[in-house]
């Protein structure tokens, strides 16, 4: 059985002109438990035989494969152990590890030398090829076999071979940080095709190998040899793609096929947007709509009209508008959270700053660029400061963000939907005044929401009743003692005194 599954993904890889294929850590470690320990503890070695064995097996089913792809390389796939990045050790050196965090930065694309060809500057020898070490500086020939002499030596420029190398630096996910301490950051290498895989803001998970290289800038000061440490990364899986489209299964195509035949497909997905959340089937509905997100058309081909769409929460405290955001958060695929106080209108938008690396002038995309093809989610939103709301404007309707400073004059792309949630004036909302008047928004930036949603805490006790039933049942289903099988005919077991404690509450 799992020889055919590599079968299948060899010839799946070769159809799609790639040149990586991932072999699962579990198949390996049950078909072939002495390569999966070796692959964990040694792995730069274990993976260029592994590479070559791809290679020869690919080559097999497609004999010119090799004119597509000079290599092939195995990529380790669903490593059991999750490391965190603030417990890697010594213990972890040239081990394959599996880490998880945020991308926060990353460089350009370089070339790097992988083999070098030198010509020798008096008889015209080819010396080569000379593979690189990982760090440190280049390798040169000691003599030339021809004339013997030490040199001088020139690179040859066309038998000389090249690799697309990258750095990233990943930062831990704020939800692992323990309390008190600031996020560490570990710096991650992409090598050949896994260049470009992660933008800055995604959330990833590396399998790679932990190791060193001899740096001699950390060294000047101290006096005694200090090595710096990366990983290697093998295998790149975003936490996007868990749910992305060409992981589908037939099964969850033909189950999506079915739910779009059902009439009443719009009330289902309502109810099951934020199920803990009683009632407000409107502002459901309103979020529903923001995350499926219209449809952008362009007129003529010049055009443009938003297809995104967004939203505006107007409330008195206490109504579960944060809830509703934090929902949205947890559930839309590419969101960013951002409240009204801890927001500026760089951090929105686009911030200029010198890269550390290069020395030069950088742009950084804020909030609203990270959210680009997602959801931008900003609470609070009436405590902002009138400048820093004045560059929402233009990336709410025209959905791009123009910047001019620093020597960069550019436009970047901000396709997204904002949902934003507001107090009134006041603190409560009051009926006998206009919606202008109850929110100190100007009309501007009014009129570019779509979904206008006003929540009112409305005194009735009926409906006070039926929200503490639910917010009491769902507190008791979601507590540990809780026992699914008794027969309570309120659908509340556990609470046996409840009628008794609710009419307290009503006298």
């Known amino acids: 059985g799992v020889d055919l599954v590599y079968r299948k993904r060899i010839r799946e890889m070769c159809v799609l002109n790639k040149q990586s294929l991932e072999v699962s850590y579990l198949h390996l470690s049950q078909r ?82 992988q083999e070098v060809m030198y010509d020798c500057g008096k008889c015209g020898f080819i010396v080569g090829p000379i593979y690189q070490q990982k760090g440190g500086d280049e390798t040169r020939p000691g003599s030339c076999p021809e004339c013997q002499s030490k040199g001088p030596w020139k690179v040859n420029v066309e038998k000389t071979v090249y690799r697309n190398y990258q750095r990233m630096t990943l930062q831990e996910s ?28 995604d959330e990833v998970e590396i399998t790679g190998v932990y190791t060193n290289n001899f740096e001699a800038s950390l060294n000047t000061r101290q006096g005694f040899p200090v090595f710096s440490t990366h990983v290697e990364a093998n295998h790149l899986l975003r936490r996007g793609d868990l749910f992305a489209t060409h992981n589908l299964t037939d099964e969850d195509k033909e189950e999506i096929r079915r739910l779009s035949r059902d009439p009443r497909i719009c009330q289902r997905l309502v109810k099951s947007m934020a199920p803990s959340i009683h009632g407000h089937d409107d502002i459901k509905m309103g979020i529903c709509l923001a995350m499926f997100g219209g449809q952008e058309k362009i007129v003529k081909g010049k055009t443009r009209l938003r297809g995104d769409i967004n939203m505006l929460l107007l409330g008195d405290p206490g109504v579960a508008k944060s809830q509703f955001l934090k929902y949205v958060e947890k559930t839309a695929s590419r969101c960013v959270y951002t409240t009204g106080k801890g927001a500026s209108a760089v951090g929105l938008t686009a911030a200029v700053h010198k890269d550390p ?151």
């Not at 792809?69 to 213990?91: M, W």
């Not at 600031?182 to 933008?199: G, N, T, Y």
């Open 32 to 113: 072939e438990p002495m390569l999966a320990i070796w692959v964990a503890d040694a792995p730069a070695d274990m993976l260029e035989i592994f590479n070559g064995v791809a290679k020869q097996e690919a080559l097999k089913l497609y004999p010119s494969y090799e004119s597509i792809v000079k290599e092939i390389f195995v990529r380790i796939t669903e490593l059991p152990i999750l490391d965190q990045i603030r417990d890697i050790r010594q213990a972890h050196l040239n081990c394959l590890i599996k880490i998880s965090g945020v991308v926060t930065r990353r460089t350009g694309v370089f070339p790097q030398l």
């Open 174 to 201: 704020p939800g692992n940080v323990p309390a008190g301490r600031l996020p560490r950051s570990k710096e991650i290498i992409m090598l050949h095709d896994l260049i470009d895989q992660a933008r800055p803001g």
């Open 357 to 507: 690396v290069t020395r030069e002038w950088v742009l950084e995309g804020g909030a609203l660029v990270l959210a680009d093809r997602g959801v931008c989610l900003i609470d609070e939103f009436d405590k902002m400061n009138d400048q820093d709301r004045v560059s929402i404007h233009e990336a709410m309707e025209q959905q791009s963000i123009s910047i001019s400073k620093a020597g960069i004059v550019t436009s970047l792309q901000a396709r997204c939907s904002v949902i934003a949630a507001a107090n009134p004036v006041g603190g409560r909302y009051d009926s006998s005044r206009t919606f202008s008047d109850n929110v100190e928004l100007t009309d501007p930036i009014l009129s570019r929401f779509d979904i206008l949603c006003v929540v009112k805490d409305i005194i009735d006790p009926v409906l006070d009743e039926r929200l503490a039933r639910f917010v009491v049942g769902s507190h008791v289903r979601s507590h540990p003692r809780f026992d699914p099988n008794g027969n309570d005919d309120l659908g509340l077991s556990g609470a046996p005194n409840f009628q008794g404690a609710a009419g307290g509450f009503a006298a």
